[in-house]
């Protein structure tokens, strides 16, 4: 494909490094996504995104690495707060809870004030996930705001692990399958811009970069769990990508950037990048260009290398 050229404010000709091919939220975190032609930036990453979020009783949260059945759940916004449907279960409206008068804790253990939305919520997935959980939503517009060994992107985020979103790479994919066991999907990644690039990892050396008229920076390389290997339609678990990410894309590079997020980077996988994105209020589009305005040196090599 043969990328156009676009003409910068300040008059010089930019190169368009690609588009944005999809856009995936999930409204409510390690449930089913949604898929939107056109989304609103947020101050926590996209409008919509990860603004919910389940939890057990000691406020840790629930997620497809312990229970890949929450991949079957999809949520529905509406007006007010979401309509929730799972195979096998009866379709529930759940509103968005008003009053913070709860706990939860996120992945990184960073705590944060929610409000509570009920018991039928909280019954609806006790009987999916097979025990006591809650429902929980951000209210009032807040957000969690990660210690500072952890805040890479530097921007508040919802119930996102750590960067306000995930960009990924069609190309990347596609090379991947083509060395894979078996086939997988790009929402096993769950991620909330795919693009379509000349090259594949590419995306990696993407520095500043914007998507439409929105701003990103990338804040670290993405490191990947066992997530991946859940089908999203099925909430079946699988051998792959594991097997090929494992044997293309292990990181055994430190980051430079503290102990913890070398952490989670040294001795993972990765596949795509995390990033912060400006401003709120900006309107992204499916079709939209991708045009890279500095570039960096990625952590680990490109296996095309």
């Not at 949260?61 to 009866?90: D, K, W």
Request: proline content about 8%; hydrophobic content about 40%.
């Amino acid at each position: 494909m043969d990328w156009p050229e676009r003409r910068s404010s300040r008059g010089a000709v930019e190169v368009n490094n690609g588009t944005l091919a999809a856009i995936h939220i999930h409204p409510v975190k390690a449930c089913h996504r949604i898929e939107l032609d056109h989304a609103t930036v947020s101050s926590t990453g996209l409008k919509h995104d990860r603004e919910w979020q389940v939890i057990s009783n000691d406020l840790a949260p629930i997620t497809q690495r312990q229970h890949p059945v929450m991949a079957t759940v999809q949520p529905e916004i509406i007006p007010g707060g979401l309509r929730l449907s799972a195979p096998g279960h009866q379709t529930i409206e759940v509103a968005r809870p008003t009053v913070a008068d709860a706990r939860s804790s996120s992945m990184t253990k960073t705590e944060v004030d929610v409000g509570d939305a009920g018991d039928e919520a909280g019954q609806w997935f006790s009987q999916i996930v097979g025990q006591p959980v809650r429902l929980v939503a951000l209210v009032d517009n807040a957000s969690l705001t990660l210690p500072k060994a952890l805040n890479v992107a530097g921007q508040s985020i919802a119930f996102g692990d750590i960067g306000p979103v995930v960009v990924a790479s069609n190309a990347s994919l596609e090379w991947l399958l083509e060395r894979s066991s078996e086939p997988f999907t790009m929402d096993r990644f769950r991620p909330n811009l795919v693009v379509d690039a000349p090259d594949p990892f590419v995306e990696d050396e993407w520095d500043r970069f914007s998507v439409g008229a929105a701003s990103l920076k990338q804040a670290m390389p993405w490191p990947r769990c066992a997530v991946p290997q859940v089908d999203q339609e099925s909430g079946e678990r699988h051998r792959e990508p594991a097997k090929v990410l494992k044997q293309y894309r292990w990181c055994q590079a430190s980051t430079g950037i503290s102990e913890l997020i070398d952490a989670l980077m040294v001795n993972s996988v990765l596949f795509g990048i995390g990033c912060s994105i400006a401003e709120p209020g900006t309107v992204i589009t499916v079709g939209d260009a991708v045009i890279v305005d500095e570039t960096r040196t990625p952590l680990i090599p490109s296996p095309l290398a």
